[in-house]
């Protein structure tokens, strides 16, 4: 069965800092990875994806990932935060056998402190 | 209009009721998606649909059944309504496996 761990459930940090968010995941086939995004009372968006290719992903709103196989991460990174990324944010797997269901992380609540 | 429409937005029930949640898209995808998401658990599926003959449990589908009328349409019920499944509701849409999914907007579902 395949998993994602969230490694942090709240990551408080202050407007301008770096922020770094992991994510773990186990499975027994190769996966397609994802990183999505919930701001209060919304649904989520994509904000970024890895299907293959390049290990460094760069997404919507200054935000990028980076896939390492061998330790089986896609950790997300912001080299500046914004108050307006305070949301939560969930990363997400999709087997390459699972017919394309998603399967999610526990989410990390990212709070951006003035 | 929102690519993937959720009615309704918010709904509270009695123990024991029968509730539908409504889903549509405008994406003109094949597989929509059912998932509820619950405090510090994340989003776990509760039923799947890949056309509208194909309709597949997920990992949490006691106490839901789903319908899937149109290729646009993708209904929720819950049956008898109990007070664990107050929850966040969010339906979904992808065009194939490895493409990302776009969410509805939620309905927030509180049974008492």
């Known amino acids: 069965a395949q998993s994602v761990t969230q490694l942090d459930s709240q990551v408080p940090v202050f407007e301008e800092a770096p922020v770094e968010l992991r994510c773990n995941y186990s499975?027994?086939?190769?996966?397609?990875l994802f990183w999505y995004v919930q701001y209060p009372n919304q649904g989520l968006q994509l904000l970024l994806k890895y299907l293959s290719g390049s290990t460094l992903v760069k997404g919507i709103n200054g935000f990028e990932a980076e896939f390492n196989k061998s330790q089986t991460s896609f950790h997300l990174r912001k080299p500046s935060v914004h108050i307006s990324d305070t949301a939560e944010y969930f990363c997400?797997?999709?087997?390459?056998?699972?017919?394309?269901?998603?399967?999610f992380g526990q989410g990390t609540e990212l709070s951006v402190k003035p | 209009d929102a690519d993937v429409t959720q009615t309704p937005r918010n709904r509270i029930t009695k123990t024991g009721k029968r509730i539908m949640l409504e889903c549509s898209q405008t994406?003109?995808?094949?597989?929509m998606y059912w998932y509820r998401q619950d405090p510090g658990l994340g989003l776990r599926l509760i039923y799947y649909?890949?056309?509208?003959?194909?309709?597949n449990k997920g990992e949490i589908s006691d106490g839901y059944s789903v319908s899937r009328q149109a290729q646009a349409k993708f209904s929720l019920s819950l049956e008898s309504a109990i007070p664990n499944q107050t929850a966040l509701y969010f339906c979904?849409?992808?065009?194939?496996?490895?493409?990302?999914?776009?969410f509805g907007s939620g309905t927030r579902l509180t049974v008492v």
């Open positions: 994406k003109g995808h094949d597989r």
């Open positions: 979904a849409t992808s065009a194939y496996q490895g493409s990302g999914y776009t």
């Open positions: 649909s890949f056309d509208v003959k194909d309709i």
């Open positions: 499975s027994s086939v190769s996966v397609y």
């Open positions: 997400a797997v999709i087997p390459y056998n699972q017919g394309g269901k998603l399967i």
